[in-house]
């Protein structure tokens, strides 16, 4: 069958670094995406990688091994305003997305 | 500006009764979704549509139905049928099978009272 896995929940400081980890079992494979949805709002997008390697897009950064089946979303010198859900999603051969249960990330000053 | 509007944002539906949540786009995407949310699931698709006047099942497409006449709207409705409703609908649209310009409506929260 077809998985996403990310921890539920994260708790990083204010100014820090945190990585969020992600993993995945899709039949084929067109691309990794990575959404932030605040509480109670649509999802926006992050990020897509479909090729190995690290993508940067100012403090949030996405990598991808395709071998490995993994990926992460690096944000850097985080602010209160990241405070968050952080979705992974897996695009699979049919050009469907499959969603992990997102990982909600808390920020403390 | 463009962008995909739901409406509205809380709706509550009583026992046998049917519901339609709305959804109105004005990005000129030709791919528009629905989506449900559940506390700790990701995301299921309930119906697509690339295309007016077509649409097709996603996932969890049993107790909802929905009708594309129009580019700009797709609107969903949840029917007695569907015996669990409580969740947060979101919509979503996209220029075909560009995934990474999927754009999502701000969501409706659906209760049972």
């Known amino acids: 069958g077809q998985n996403i896995d990310q921890p539920t929940e994260m708790t990083a400081t204010e100014g820090a670094i945190v990585q969020i980890n992600c993993t995945y079992q899709?039949?084929?494979?067109?691309?990794l995406f990575w959404y932030q949805q605040h509480a109670g709002e649509a999802p926006t997008f992050l990020s897509y990688?479909?090729l190995d390697g690290l993508e940067e897009k100012g403090r949030f950064s996405s990598f991808l091994s395709r071998s490995k089946g993994y990926s992460y979303l690096l944000l850097k010198e985080l602010q209160m305003k990241d405070s968050a859900s952080y979705l992974c999603?897996?695009?699979?051969?049919?050009?469907?997305?499959?969603w992990g249960a997102g990982t909600k990330l808390i920020i403390k000053p | 500006d463009g962008g995909i509007t739901q409406s509205p944002k809380y709706l509550f539906r009583k026992e046998g009764q049917n519901v339609t949540l709305s959804c109105e786009q004005n990005?000129?995407?030709?791919?528009m979704y629905w989506y449900r949310q559940d506390p700790g699931q990701g995301l299921r698709l309930i119906y697509y549509?690339?295309?007016?006047?077509?649409?097709q099942k996603g996932d969890i497409a049993e107790g909802y139905s929905v009708s594309r006449e129009k580019k700009e709207s797709f609107p969903l409705t949840v029917t007695s049928a569907q015996k669990n409703p409580t969740a947060f609908y979101l919509c979503?649209?996209?220029?075909?099978?560009?995934?990474?310009?999927?754009?999502f409506g701000s969501g409706t929260q659906l209760s049972v009272l």
């Open positions: 549509s690339q295309i007016v006047n077509d649409f």
């Open positions: 990688n479909v």
């Open positions: 999603a897996g695009l699979d051969s049919n050009y469907q997305l499959i």
């Open positions: 899709t039949s084929g494979f067109n691309g």
């Open positions: 990005l000129n995407h030709d791919a």
């Open positions: 979503a649209s996209s220029i075909g099978q560009e995934f990474e310009k999927l754009f």
